[in-house]
């Protein structure tokens, strides 16, 4: 898994916005984007990319799917010793990419849109059979687009990512309308296609669900990627430790007596058990507890989870922030102003 | 799979979607009405046009019967392409296309030959008709040099359409837009370029709407270049040796040339910068 098969380097892209001024009612300029992203997906693994609405995480995808030209920057891939620096069209070859809801429609078959697709990649009629296959859409081939449901979409949109045999999979919230077992079937398949070296990229807000998967987690706001790494690098940059979650049964002891700060300390009194949670735990503390005659019925560690670490990383809270996109909470990110084209 | 051959392969499927669509079964009745109706009835040997003339031969007779492709088939070609880029776009399947390694500018290409070619067909097909319907009525077959620019002047207008309404396809994201744009061109170019034409006339001085003044003629021909409608009306008159506006063959299809080859750079340009 050592293989480095795409690398960011300062990889930048801004969107043009409008901006029009009394005399110069066409003037655009440069406004939000990604900002001089460096991000390594390796041989074979999941990364997840996980950040707040509008933090660029489609942007970035589509920089690597070669749909959004670098405007600085590169993009390369490296096999043993040698570095090549690839191309929007030599990216477009390796990366297999599948668009956030894609609706398909008109009078068009499963079968036929797919063909379409296989034509641009030079995939044959038995692939297009073989993934319809495998994404489940082998009754519908002959259906309708229009006659799709949300879910059938998705899937005709993975099959369509999956033509070419690409060597890179970006996935833009690939769960969005697939039923539970559909869902779960999904990340079987993702586990089985990174046995076989390709290697994936996921943007989901659903991140929480696929933890187990992914190897790697990139953090993003605001264009920028502000942490990337293993879970346990992650919450290590961002100096996350983690919780002790201890159960019993009765009252709650008084915590006072074991744990100094009284702040990193949480307690729930429920009818016939109690729950503590601890920000940070110390060695001995278990036996100390026990000692003392309280009566303890679980005692999980549990590693900070990704809402934390993007909550850390960010400077948001989830009782801050609630719905509102904007938030400018109080990230110390670069500030950028509008540049004129 | 060559290059030529994908974008063949592509180009054909965006051609049938358009051709077997609900709306080309909704406009083959009026296309019917504009190409064979009006050869029918210009072929009529009673018949007697404004001005007492009667026309002489079958070319003249398809010269006239061109204004069904002027005000139907070009509108045809507005309706069934204002949606190439911007349906796609707007569902999210021109995302997935550009991530796909085929070129843009391959797709692009075949989007244009698709659009025009699912016009060009039904039209093609009406106006062999027509020229048999002339054949039946008048008893005169226009030659083979008549019959190849009616052909090959009538695919150019058709083209011109296409490409203006697939540029402006590609800028809008909503499809009313593109539309609006596309039947806007149309009426511009079809009712409204006489109002040019007479507005320039009256800046430079010259008496409007007098057919005997040479002047008058000249002008309006040589403002005609400047319009898809005008350049295919003089295509079709380098046929009619009795008609002269003071524009050479060269001119005209050199014109013919610039209305296809510039769209045709816009478009491709477009294509390669557009987003998704």
Redesign the interface.
């Known amino acids: 898994m050592g293989e480095v098969v795409l690398r960011l380097k300062d990889a930048t892209y801004r969107h043009y916005v409008h901006a029009p001024s009394t005399f110069k009612p066409w003037r655009r300029i440069l406004g939000q984007g990604i900002f001089s992203a460096n991000l390594e997906l390796k041989k074979g693994s999941i990364l997840g990319l996980v950040g707040p609405n509008g933090a660029g995480k489609t942007t970035l995808l589509?920089m690597m799917?070669?749909?959004?030209p670098l405007q600085d920057g590169s993009a390369r891939s490296s096999l043993g010793e040698s570095v090549s620096t690839l191309t929007d069209?030599e990216l477009?070859?390796k990366?297999g990419?599948m668009?956030?809801?894609?609706?398909?429609?008109?009078?068009?078959t499963v079968r036929?849109a797919l063909?379409?697709?296989a034509?641009?990649?030079?995939s044959s009629e038995s692939r297009v059979d073989g993934l319809l296959k495998l994404v489940g859409l082998q009754s519908r081939v002959d259906s309708r687009l229009s006659e799709l449901s949300q879910g059938m979409r998705q899937r005709l949109?993975l099959a369509?990512?999956l033509l070419?045999s690409p060597k890179i999979l970006l996935l833009d919230e690939p769960l969005n309308g697939l039923d539970p077992v559909a869902a779960a079937a999904f990340v079987l398949l993702l586990r089985k296609l990174t046995e076989k070296g390709v290697s994936i990229v996921i943007s989901s807000h659903q991140v929480e669900g696929l933890v187990e998967i992914i190897d790697r987690l990139a953090l993003m706001h605001r264009g920028q990627i502000l942490a990337e790494g293993t879970m346990d690098e992650v919450a290590q940059q961002l100096n996350l430790n983690k919780k002790t979650e201890i159960s019993g049964i009765g009252t709650a002891p008084d915590m006072n007596t074991f744990i100094e700060d009284e702040e990193s300390v949480k307690i729930e009194q429920f009818s016939e058990h109690w729950q503590v949670l601890l920000e940070k735990s110390r060695i001995g503390l278990l036996q100390e507890m026990v000692n003392a005659g309280i009566e303890i019925t679980s005692w999980i560690e549990r590693p900070p989870n990704v809402i934390e670490m993007l909550c850390a990383a960010t400077g948001q809270s989830v009782e801050d922030v609630g719905l509102e996109v904007t938030s400018t909470s109080v990230m110390p990110l670069r500030t950028f102003r509008g540049e004129e084209e | 799979?060559s290059d030529f051959s994908?974008i063949m392969?592509?180009t054909r499927?965006f051609r049938n979607?358009r051709l077997f669509?609900t709306r080309m079964y909704i406009m083959l009745p009026i296309l019917v009405l504009f190409l064979p109706g009006m050869a029918w009835g210009f072929s009529d040997p009673n018949i007697v046009l404004p001005g007492g003339h009667q026309p002489a031969n079958a070319m003249e007779v398809l010269f006239y019967a061109s204004l069904g492709v002027v005000f139907g088939a070009t509108m045809c070609a507005v309706l069934l392409s204002y949606d190439s880029v911007s349906r796609e776009r707007?569902?999210?399947?021109l995302?997935?296309?550009?991530?796909?390694?085929?070129?843009r500018s391959h797709?692009a290409i075949a989007m244009i030959f698709g659009s025009w070619q699912a016009i060009l067909i039904p039209t093609w097909f009406l106006m062999l008709i027509s020229i048999l319907l002339v054949r039946y009525r008048m008893g005169d077959w226009p030659s083979s040099a008549d019959a190849f620019v009616y052909f090959i002047s009538t695919a150019f207008i058709l083209l011109w359409y296409v490409l203006f309404t697939v540029l402006a396809s590609s800028y809008t994201r909503e499809q009313g837009t593109a539309i609006s744009f596309g039947v806007g061109l149309w009426f511009l170019f079809t009712f409204l370029w006489a109002l040019v034409t007479t507005m320039v006339a009256y800046a430079s001085g010259v008496s409007i709407g007098q057919e005997n003044d040479a002047t008058w003629v000249m002008l309006e021909g040589g403002l005609d270049l400047l319009s898809p409608n005008g350049v295919y009306h003089h295509l079709l008159e380098t046929r009619l040796p009795q008609i002269d506006r003071g524009i050479a063959v060269w001119q005209s299809w050199g014109m013919a040339l610039i209305w296809t080859v510039l769209p045709t750079w816009l478009f491709i340009r477009r294509m390669e910068r557009i987003?998704?």
């Open positions: 589509r799917a070669g749909i959004l069209t477009r070859q990366v990419h668009p956030e809801q894609v609706r398909w429609q008109g009078k068009k036929n063909m379409e697709i034509e641009m990649r030079a949109t369509a990512a070419g | 799979m994908r392969a592509f499927r979607e669509s707007a569902s999210g399947v995302e997935l296309r550009l991530s796909q390694p085929m070129p797709q987003l998704p």
